[in-house]
């Protein structure tokens, strides 16, 4: 019977032995660090991660993660400093720094940072441009981090960085935007365009003063285009037309039309009736060159053979010829 009480009391004691360990330990992991309160006072001693001997019944133990929290922000609707109506996510990205500090100076850090990072990103679009949230985010999240890191400090927290994810825009401003764009692009390639034209204008110049001075360097030049037409294996071919020449045919024609002009009104002024004859002082023109010149009859001659002088039919003196 004495040995029955004694290993009974063995085996209380173990089993309480057991209940006081497995109160008095803990287990902090590595991306932990534990926070001790005891009756309710916190200690200031931080739990590093591994094992963790409390005191049972006084010591309460509060694991705080200290890897870096990824917190999207909700997308939030606001106008900006030019009057445009824009919806813009963020997300940010913190840890916790002193973890007493995280557990004792506010009560849930996650939905704290949560609604500071909602209200800051607010208040930073109503100060910025919409040309600087669509192309220049960098000072924007420099500043959308400064705002929000300055509660954050006493919290223990600290703000690793920032980022505006996305900026939604109406779809009027969207095609207002397009049509913007388009018409920048067509503006350039005008200009570029005019350049060339400039450019080339000024190149055909300096060519053009060349081939002035050098008349052969134009009639190579037209030959040179003959050539490249000619290789294509064409059955037209397309001969340029030099300018000159028909200055010079239209002066040939305007001359000639004065000289017969001037010869008829000679001829109406000293011509008498009935004689066909030139004036003794008149000046024949030369004939034109190229053409067939005809030697004309007499003018007896031709007024013998005129239906006029014939004799009529019963008269005398002519015989049937």
Request: hydrophobic share 45%; net charge negative.
């Amino acid at each position: 019977m004495v040995v029955d009480v004694v290993l009974g009391v063995i085996v209380a004691v173990l089993l309480v032995a057991a209940v006081v360990g497995g109160l008095s330990v803990r287990v902090v992991q590595q991306f932990q660090r534990g926070v001790v309160f005891r009756f309710g006072r916190v200690r200031e001693e931080v739990r590093q991660p591994g094992l963790v001997a409390l005191v049972p019944v006084a010591d309460r133990l509060r694991r705080v993660n200290v890897q870096i929290v990824t917190l999207p922000i909700p997308a939030q609707e606001g106008i900006t400093r030019d009057n445009v109506t824009v919806r813009v996510d963020a997300v940010v990205y913190f840890r916790v720094l002193d973890p007493v500090k995280a557990i004792v100076n506010v009560q849930d850090y996650n939905f704290a940072i949560s609604q500071v990072a909602q209200t800051s990103l607010r208040s930073i679009i109503g100060k910025s441009e919409l040309d600087d949230l669509l192309a220049n985010r960098e000072p924007i999240n420099q500043g959308l981090e400064l705002m929000i890191d300055s509660p954050a400090l006493s919290w223990g927290i600290e703000i690793d960085r920032v980022e505006i994810k996305d900026v939604a825009l109406p779809e009027a401003m969207k095609r207002s935007m397009s049509r913007q764009a388009e018409a920048e692009r067509e503006r350039r390639a005008r200009i570029i365009t005019a350049d060339g034209e400039y450019q080339a204008s000024a190149r055909l110049s300096e060519a053009a003063a060349v081939m002035s001075s050098t008349p052969a360097a134009l009639q190579l030049r037209l030959l040179q285009t003959v050539v490249e037409v000619a290789a294509e294996k064409n059955s037209t071919l397309v001969l340029p037309f030099p300018v000159e020449l028909l200055r010079f045919l239209d002066s040939a024609a305007e001359t000639h039309r004065r000289g017969v002009a001037e010869r008829d009104g000679a001829e109406r002024d000293g011509a008498t009736p009935g004689a066909g004859a030139v004036e003794p002082g008149a000046v024949e023109e030369p004939p034109l060159p190229g053409m067939e010149q005809l030697e004309l009859p007499p003018l007896e001659e031709v007024l013998d053979r005129s239906p006029l002088n014939s004799p009529k039919p019963g008269q005398g003196g002519g015989g049937a010829a």
